[in-house]
């Protein structure tokens, strides 16, 4: 059974800082890509941040210089690093397992509030 498991939302006023944790179960962490998404209400989920097996990241516009993702294989665990937040930033984040074939993993989500 796979699981993701993400932490580390919260309520944050703007230009602080979060950083998002999404830790795997089983075996599949090592053989994946991982993604960081968000959806806000009444948008579209989104990709935030993406890195592969070997580490490579990639950033859309948008949040490119101020989040930064890793992960530590040896905890099955991506983090997300979120910098100079913006009320935009607010959304639920989602964390994805990828291995470039279905089925994909997603996890439940963390509620991330950006407002003074």
């Known amino acids: 059974q796979v699981q993701l498991v993400e932490s580390g939302g919260g309520l944050v006023q703007p230009g602080g800082s979060l950083r998002l944790s999404c830790a795997a179960s089983?075996?599949?962490?090592?053989?994946?890509?991982m993604g960081w998404y968000r959806q806000a209400p009444g948008k579209e989920r989104e990709l935030v941040a993406s890195?592969?097996?070997?580490?490579?990241?990639n950033y859309p516009d948008s949040v490119k210089g101020r989040f930064t993702i890793s992960r530590d294989n040896a905890k099955n665990t991506v983090y997300l690093q979120m910098n100079s937040l913006k009320p935009e930033d607010t959304a639920v984040y989602y964390c994805?397992?990828?291995?470039?074939?279905?089925?994909?993993?997603w996890g439940q989500g963390t509620q991330v509030t950006v407002s003074s």
């Open positions: 994805k397992a990828d291995r470039g074939y279905a089925p994909y993993y």
């Open positions: 890195i592969t097996r070997g580490g490579s990241t």
């Open positions: 089983g075996s599949i962490f090592s053989l994946s890509s």
